[in-house]
């Protein structure tokens, strides 16, 4: 077993656990949002990470390999912000700017890091393995672009960080 192989699988167990532990936090998120739309693509989301959850323990079938025994520490970390993020006393909008803020951080780590592993499987000639990955980057892709959207707007109207900050003002 190479190296690069142990670190394949050691990245895999970190995106496991990151997915993991998103999971719990998706329904408080999805409550503490004000914005029909932006619950509704929460919701959509929870779903979708409900199956890279799956795809990861294909993943790690198909290796032959246990994902579920590492704790992602960089996921752990973000998450402690989420008693940051939720403040009762921010106005709607702002909660939900701040609640769009913090989920694409998370998003963007896991995008950074199922590229990664895709790049990796691709080299280790695993295709089979690097679609599934592809399919989860696609996916994480997606809901940021939505999310983008919410806050920023689009041609019928303003976006989440525009009626926030003019409530603000």
Not at 34 to 47: A, D, N, V
Not at 52 to 62: A, N, P, T, Y
Not at 119 to 142: G, R
């Amino acid at each position: 077993m190479s190296d690069f192989y142990r670190m394949f699988v050691a990245q895999l167990k970190e995106i496991y656990s990151a997915e993991k532990q998103e999971i719990h936090l998706f329904p408080e998120m999805i409550q503490a949002a004000k914005s029909g739309e932006l619950k509704k693509w929460l919701k959509i989301h929870f779903e979708e990470t409900k199956n890279q959850v799956k795809r990861l323990e294909q993943i790690g079938s198909e290796l032959k390999e246990n994902l579920g025994d590492a704790q992602c520490e960089a996921m752990k970390g973000l998450l402690k912000e989420w008693m940051h993020v939720v403040q009762p006393h921010y106005q709607d909008d702002v909660q939900d700017a701040a609640i769009i803020a913090f989920i694409q951080k998370i998003k963007h780590y896991e995008i950074a890091l199922y590229g990664s592993l895709k790049t990796f499987a691709k080299h280790l000639k695993k295709d089979k393995i690097e679609s599934w990955l592809k399919e989860s980057i696609k996916e994480e892709w997606q809901i940021d672009k939505k999310l983008t959207e919410i806050a920023e707007g689009h041609h019928i109207g303003d976006g989440i960080n525009c009626k926030a900050c003019k409530k603000s003002a």
